[in-house]
Structures are given as C-alpha cells and as structure tokens.
C-alpha cells in the first residue's frame, strides 16, 4: 500500500471519527457510540475507499486501551476499599452471574430447543457485560464514583474473576457431547494464584522502587517505559492463565494507589489510554456486520430485546436484594444489560468444541454486536427511568417530627452537607436534612441519618421540615444558581431565618450579602488559607508570620484577595 493512499486512509478515519463522535455526543448518546458506528462506516463491512480488514489485529492493540483505562481505575481505589466492597463483588457479582445465566440458559432450552449445554455455555457468555463500554460510559458521564456506579464496577470485577472457571467449563460440556479436555482446573488456580502473587511483588516493592529511582533522578522517559513494561507484563501474565487482561492491569494499579508518585503514573499512561480506548471502540464498529444484521432483524428483533430484558431484570432484582436504592438498581440493570467482549472468544472456544454450530455462531455474535450498540440507548433509559422513579416517589419530608423545634435543617446532602450534618450531631444540635435524590436518601437512611426526600422549593416541604420553627438552614449544591435561589427564597420568606449558602465565587458572596443574606460565603477561599497556611508553615515560615499573612488575606472581606483578582483580571 503507497504512503499516499495511506495517508488518505487515516485521513478518511480520522474525519468519520471527528463527524460521528461530536454528532453522537451533540445527540445525547456520548462519545463511545460514536467511536462505534465510526468503525462501522470504516470498517469492511462496509463499501468504501478504507480497506481495513486486520479487525482481530487492530482489536488486539487497540484491548491495551481498556488495560490502560483499567490501571487507572486502580490507581483510585486502595486495597482497603475493594476489600470493603467485598460483599458487591463476590455475593452480588457471583450471584448475578449465577442467576443471569440459568435464566438465559432456560431461555434457550425452553423457547428455542438448544441443548441444555450449549446453553449453559451461552447463558454464561451473555451473562458478562463489556467493562471497555460500561467502564467508558461512567466516565464519559462522571458517574463512577456513585453508588450505582461503585456497583456496577464491583460486578465486573466478579465477572472478570469469572472467566477462568467458565472457560475450564468449556471442555466438560464439550466432553458431555463428545469432545476432548483440557488443562486440569486445580492445575490453572495454581498457575493463576501464582501470578497474582508475581503481581504482589512487582507492584507491592519492586515497581515503586524502580519508579521512585527513575523519578529521583529526573529520567522520566525511563520512568514511562519501566511502567508501561510493568502494565502490559501484569496484563499478558494474566491473560496467559486465562483471566481477564484488564483484571491484571487493575490489580496493578491498586497496588501503586498509595505510593506518592500516583498522580505522575496517571499522567504518563492517561494519553495513551485515551486515544487507544477510542481505537478499542472504532476496532468494535469495524467488527459489526450491517448486512448480516440486516438480512436477520427479525430473529434480531427478538433475541436482542430478550438478553437486554431479561439480564436488566435479574440485575435489578439482585441489587434491590443486596440493599442497593432503587434508582441505583435501576441504572445498574440498565448499565449491565448488554453481552461483553468476552463472549467473542468464548463463543469461538465453544465452536472449536463442537458445542455450537457455526450458524450458531454467527447469529449469537450478531446479539452480542447489537446489544453492545444498544447500550447508550439502555444508559439514557435507565437514567430517564430512574430519574422518574425519584420524581414519583413520595415526598418524605412529611416524616419529619412535628414536635422538632430550634433545629437546623440541611439542604443538600452532597458531602458539604453530610459533614455539616456530622458536625452537628457531635454538637448534639438536631437537624433534618432535605434532598432531591432518591437514591442518596435511601443510602443515608440505611446508615440511620435523618435525611428526607423533597423539594424545598415547595412550600409543603417548608413547612413539613420545620424551616419556621428552626434556627437555621445550610443550602449545599453544586449547582450555583440553584444554591442562590433557594437561599434568597428562603430568606424572602423566613427573614428572622440565619441562611448559609456555600458559594462558587466572591462575586456570587457579595451579591447574596448585598440582599441580606450575611452567612453567604464562596466555598474554596477559607479552605485555601487554610492548606496555604499549612503548606507555609511545612517551609520553614514561622507561626505568627503565617497567621499575619493569612490575617492580613482576610482582612476587611478579602479586600486584598479582590485587589488581586481584579489586578490578574486587567493584565
């Protein structure tokens, strides 16, 4: 191929890429639909000028994407925290696998005909999710830290804990229908507990020894290299032994999420996390047959719907079982509903076996396929779902004592207003604390905190938590306008009320004190003193030279700090 019709290959990607992603974002559905159906465009099944064929190939690489992003999400979660997820990831995760394949499995057997093995095979195929996609789709939305968010990644991680037992299970079905085995199972724990333990060393002393050397002497390119080493090694090791490559490259990264040198690690693998991941995804588009899709949407029609269906529905019920909210529940159903990319190799392994036909074969990989596309439309379903179920819930602001007087009702129970409401308890100052979330009412509740569901906007909500009878009210959002509103409502209407309202900016404090609003304050500026006093103080400036500078800061309401921002404003 000439270097120029190379070039007018990468220049024909890079625009289908540039044109679906931004339009599928503009749309609503994310950036990862995008990357998918860019790849279909690209991609040889269809026509076109871009004859890319190395699919397999290019899905190859493109997987250290998904590693990549995996080791991340590693650097963000100590040990001491998976561990306290423990009950998520191997009751609920296990327990979804379990259920979500036996209710696949009897969907076969029973409507279709298969054989119980080949189904058990499938049902347990269909029961993984794509942690590339769903991974991708929390971040893309900055729903990772939330609890249907932690929950969905505590799954996954079961699933892909998963893969050795079911791929060992290949070989029995196969030997039930005449086919041969394989290595013995208790040989392939052996071999997989001794790499975890490999992992254990290289990240526990041997990595950060050689990162903080590297580091120590300023050679950052040897720094990049010696880590990207130690990734894929942790990623091919494990996937050698038949796990997960991504649960390697997460292990990994849990390990390396106390040294000092984190924030550097995720620097140095981020760009290339990103731009591979979008290749992972285009490398997905290219693998999608339009005209097979096409030429069987009727039985698509069905099946697709049925798997998206029937996995939503378990993972709901499992999740509602395991005292997870019911929004949350809701969101994790719809998140988790499509099929993984693990089933491509299993349903290659299962044609090897004899288990499967080869039309069998192509037909489910043609569920897997939709199903994967489907799932911006199932995340913006079960968003819309859930959203309705917190708007119709009931109003528990009504169960508030009636009898509560003198109090301090919170509003907003984000962690400003969960600390504030920590603070009062260890002052034992009762307090209510109002919020608009479904699903953080019903955590809080579970934890035994006085949190109420409702819109303060409401007059009934006002009354129902006491705002005239109590001493005072703390407005906490992260949206600032709304934060704004409600404090100038609240002080309109409850004027002998003292109203404190965390704030973005100085701007945002004066106009809220200039209508009488005097305990508005911007939520970062007092902070800031504070850490700067510290770091001060840690270089070497004595106690009362720090306490005059940050005296001096604060004097007469920040007016140096303003004199500052307005001097930076006009330079």
């Known amino acids: 191929m000439e270097l120029s019709s190379i070039l007018l290959a990468i220049v024909i990607i890079l625009a289908a890429t540039a044109f679906c992603v931004a339009l599928f974002d503009r749309l609503g559905f994310g950036s990862i639909l995008g990357f998918i159906v860019a790849g279909v465009l690209i991609g040889p099944h269809t026509p076109g000028p871009v004859p890319v064929h190395a699919v397999e190939e290019l899905q190859s690489i493109a997987q250290l994407g998904v590693v990549l992003f995996m080791f991340t999400v590693g650097l963000e979660l100590r040990p001491q925290k998976v561990w306290a997820m423990r009950r998520l990831i191997f009751g609920l995760g296990s327990a979804q696998m379990l259920v979500t394949a036996a209710a696949l499995a009897l969907y076969m057997v029973l409507l279709l005909g298969a054989p119980w093995e080949a189904a058990t095979l499938i049902g347990l195929a269909f029961a993984m999710s794509s942690t590339a996609i769903v991974m991708g789709t929390l971040a893309e939305r900055g729903e990772l830290a939330s609890e249907h968010g932690r929950t969905t990644f505590a799954i996954l991680m079961a699933q892909d804990m998963w893969v050795v037992p079911v791929m060992a299970l290949v070989p029995v079905l196969a030997h039930t229908t005449g086919a041969g085995g394989s290595t013995p199972l208790w040989q392939t724990l052996l071999l997989v507990l001794g790499v975890i333990g490999g992992i254990l060393i290289v990240g526990r002393w041997l990595l950060p020894a050689a990162l903080g050397y590297f580091a120590g002497q300023r050679q950052m390119d040897a720094f990049g290299v010696v880590l990207f080493l130690a990734v894929i090694l942790a990623a091919w090791a494990v996937d050698k032994v ?328 006009s330079s």
Not at 283 to 297: C, E, N, Q
Not at 354 to 374: K, P, R, Y
Not at 411 to 438: K, S
Request: charged share 15%; no cysteine; aromatic share 6%.
């Open 242 to 569: 038949g796990i997960s490559m991504t649960l390697g490259a997460f292990l990994l990264g849990m390990l390396l999420s106390a040294s000092d040198l984190r924030y550097q690690i995720e620097a140095s693998v981020t760009p290339f996390k990103q731009s591979l991941m979008g290749l992972f995804f285009i490398a997905v588009g290219m693998s999608i047959d339009v005209g097979a899709i096409l030429r069987d949407w009727d039985v698509l029609l069905v099946h697709v719907p049925a798997v998206l269906v029937l996995k939503a529905l378990v993972l709901i019920g499992l999740a509602l079982a395991f005292g997870i909210g019911r929004a949350a529940a809701i969101r994790i159903g719809f998140y988790l509903s499509q099929v993984g990319e693990f089933a491509f190799v299993l349903l290659g392994a299962a044609v090897v076996a004899g288990l499967i036909s080869n039309d069998g074969h192509t037909l489910a990989m043609l569920v897997v396929a939709v199903s994967m596309i489907a799932t911006p439309l199932m995340v913006k379903a079960g968003a819309a779902l859930a959203g309705r179920l917190a708007g119709a819930a009931r109003d528990t602001a009504s169960d508030v004592p009636a009898d509560l007087e003198r109090h301090v009702v919170i509003i907003g129970y984000d962690e400003v207003g969960q600390l504030i409401a920590l603070m009062l308890e260890h002052a034992n100052i009762p307090y209510v604390a109002v919020e608009r979330d479904l699903a953080i009412v019903e955590r809080a509740k579970r934890a035994g905190r006085q949190v109420y569901l409702g819109n303060m906007y409401s007059p009934a909500t006002q009354a129902a938590a006491g705002v005239g009878k109590a001493t005072a009210v703390y407005v906490t959002s992260h949206d600032n306008q709304a934060a704004k509103a409600l404090a100038v409502t609240l002080h309109q209407l409850y004027p002998q009320l003292d109203v404190y309202v965390r704030l973005r900016t100085l701007q945002d404090q004066d106009e809220l004190v200039g209508k009488g609003i005097k305990h508005a304050a911007t939520s970062y500026i007092e902070s800031t003193l504070s850490r700067g006093g510290d770091m001060l103080k840690n270089l070497g400036v004595p106690e009362p030279e720090v306490d005059d500078v940050v005296g001096t800061l604060r004097k007469d309401n920040y007016s140096s700090v303003r004199a500052a921002y307005v001097d930076a404003a």
